[in-house]
């Protein structure tokens, strides 16, 4: 380093080899300087690209959804199906942009025909006979309908004059039956709120537009009622969750405007602790998912173990790399965080050859983890051949993706952004093939990442809860509506059947039944028939009026 200013003077009073040092050492400097800069400009550059929410639950390409989904939509391969033509057979290309409607849709007839004329004559002058109609389908909405239920619960007389008031008493089920909201009503307003992410106030909104009164704070009042009448439920569901055979795990956060933190303000600690349980069942060739969403305070070793504490879990965990998780014996990290900061340079440059060739590296693990578990559900390979066959072809595929990290890492600047890119791949080294050792984990965390999103996308929309009672019953119907999404089925179905039945029960065995692969659906249709069939009350004038049970 050069410790005085050196003037004219002093360079001309210099030796040779006094000069040749000095300038050495002054290149030396301006190399280092000019690394420092680079590293700097590129980590502006990779600030400036970052989206302003966090990276898991990323909405960047949100307002470009038309042109990807066009761009994407008329790049899709063709499908191996054919047809046969005249003088050869070739690829019926799959309408993947086609608007589709079920089978069993209703049907109705419309038809323009009417005054028609049998022959036409065109500007042309050639005459045109009518044939067959040409028919064209139209997907068509009818308003939703609201009925009013009439439930008669059985009531009894004291005969004894002193018994009471007027001695009458009414065996109602549940606390829920008392209320002004039937199950279909509240499985309706839940999954708007939380599938749909439409805030209560909006709702309130469409409803008055429909001519129906319903406040937003009896809305929600009805929901967290249904929600205590299902606790016993949740307690089961939980128990299930941690008894699954391989759990992820991920934390959005959340706020609550009734938790305070030590300044007095609301909370920033607050976080939706998602965990998902999944247990693949040999027999029927199908993965059991289960999906939690816990209100949490904070995420110390401790809040983040209690309940692998509390339930005794000890299988596999897969995380996005959280150090509170890297005490677990068997954790897994997932693939996609490992290769982000990756993905971010790649962002600025495009071209960057090194940070390219081990995202494309990393990319066959998916592609193989997809390859073999077809095989597995169409009961081509066994779980144990399943394990075998991807770890050996994934072990090679990961080895050669940490001796390309090597081989880059000599290339650039420690503290550079390619450089903390190759230290997170080495920090994590031990946790990311532990994956192949469990039929049921993935490369990646998505699924996690996938509820945070959904979670994250409907919290813009109301931003906080008001109490815990408020955030446990929002994580409460989240898990219950994701747990179906991941099974395939209707959230609206779910909720409502078990808004329907679920009060009722009192046995691990009835709480057993709700769960998404043994519920019987089909004892919803009864109900809905008789909605259905609903007509109204020739002799009413006055309205409705719908009170019941609160808090």
Same mark, same amino acid.
């Given at each position: ?6 003037? =004219?003077?002093?360079? #001309?009073?210099?030796?040779? %080899?006094?000069?040749?040092? *000095?300038?050495?050492?002054? /290149? &030396? ?127 009894? =007389?004291?005969?004894? #004059?002193?018994?009471?008031? %007027?001695?009458?008493?009414? *065996?109602?089920?549940?606390? /829920? &039956? ?89 909370s920033k600690s607050g976080f939706m602790y998602i965990t998902i349980g999944d247990s693949y069942d040999e027999q029927t060739r199908k993965t059991h998912s289960l999906v939690l969403l816990d209100y949490i ?130 920090t994590y080294k031990p946790y990311m093939r532990t994956y192949l050792d469990v039929v049921e984990a993935t490369p990646s965390n998505n699924a996690c990442e996938l509820v945070a999103k959904a979670f994250a ?95």
């Amino acid at each position: 380093m050069i410790e005085k200013k050196l003037r =004219k003077e002093d360079l #001309v009073k210099m030796q040779p %080899d006094e000069l040749a040092a *000095l300038v050495l050492n002054l /290149t &030396s400097i301006v190399q280092t300087q000019n690394e420092e800069i680079a590293e700097l400009k590129e980590l502006v550059k990779l600030k400036t690209a970052e989206r302003y929410c966090p990276s898991s639950e990323q909405m960047g390409w949100l307002f470009q959804e038309l042109e990807i989904l066009d761009s994407v939509l008329s790049s899709q391969p063709e499908p191996d199906q054919t047809t046969e033509v005249a003088a050869h057979s070739r690829k019926v290309r799959e309408r993947v942009n086609a608007c589709s409607a079920p089978a069993d849709a209703p049907v109705c007839d419309v038809f323009h025909t009417e005054g028609a004329a049998d022959t036409l004559v065109g500007k042309d002058g050639i005459v045109l006979t009518r044939v067959e109609d040409k028919i064209i389908d139209k997907l068509a909405m009818i308003p939703r309908k609201m009925v009013v239920e009439r439930h008669h619960y059985p009531q009894y =007389k004291a005969l004894d #004059v002193d018994a009471g008031k %007027d001695g009458k008493r009414v *065996l109602l089920p549940a606390k /829920t &039956s008392a209320l002004g909201a039937s199950p279909s009503l509240v499985a309706g307003v839940v999954v708007s709120k939380f599938d749909d992410h439409l805030p209560l106030y909006r709702q309130e909104e469409i409803f008055r537009r429909e001519g129906y009164f319903l406040s937003r704070q009896k809305l929600a009042s009805w929901v967290i009622t249904y929600y205590e009448q299902l606790l016993p439920f949740m307690g089961y569901f939980k128990k299930r969750v941690y008894r699954s055979a391989f759990l992820s795990k991920d934390e959005t956060n959340v706020s609550v405007l009734d938790v305070r933190g030590p300044t007095g303000k609301v909370s920033k600690s607050g976080f939706m602790y998602i965990t998902i349980g999944d247990s693949y069942d040999e027999q029927t060739r199908k993965t059991h998912s289960l999906v939690l969403l816990d209100y949490i305070q904070g995420r110390s070793r401790e809040v983040l173990f209690e309940d692998i504490g509390k339930y005794n879990y000890t299988s596999h965990l897969m995380t996005d790399g959280l150090k509170g998780y890297l005490s677990y014996d068997k954790h897994c990290v997932c693939w996609v965080h490992a290769v982000r900061q990756l993905k971010k340079i790649l962002k600025i440059n495009k071209h960057d050859v090194n940070a390219l060739r081990i995202v494309k590296e990393v990319a066959k693990l998916y592609d193989i983890d997809e390859q073999y578990r077809k095989k597995l559900h169409s009961g081509e390979l066994s779980a144990d051949q399943f394990l075998a066959a991807r770890k050996q072809e994934s072990g090679q595929v990961i080895d050669s993706v940490y001796a390309m990290a090597d081989e880059t890492r000599r290339q650039y600047a420690p503290k550079g952004a390619m450089g903390k890119a190759l230290d997170y791949l080495d920090t994590y080294k031990p946790y990311m093939r532990t994956y192949l050792d469990v039929v049921e984990a993935t490369p990646s965390n998505n699924a996690c990442e996938l509820v945070a999103k959904a979670f994250a996308t409907g919290r813009k929309n109301w931003l906080f809860s008001q109490s815990v009672d408020g955030a446990d019953a929002s994580a409460f119907f989240y898990s219950m509506i994701e747990t179906a999404k991941r099974q395939a089925l209707n959230p609206l179905d779910y909720v409502e059947a078990l808004c329907t039945f679920g009060p009722g029960c009192s046995t691990d065995e009835q709480w057993e039944a709700l769960l998404p692969w043994k519920i019987d659906l089909s004892r919803l249709d009864e109900v809905r028939k008789r909605r259905l069939a609903a007509k109204a009350d020739p002799g009413r004038t006055s309205p409705y009026s719908f009170v019941g049970a609160t808090r």
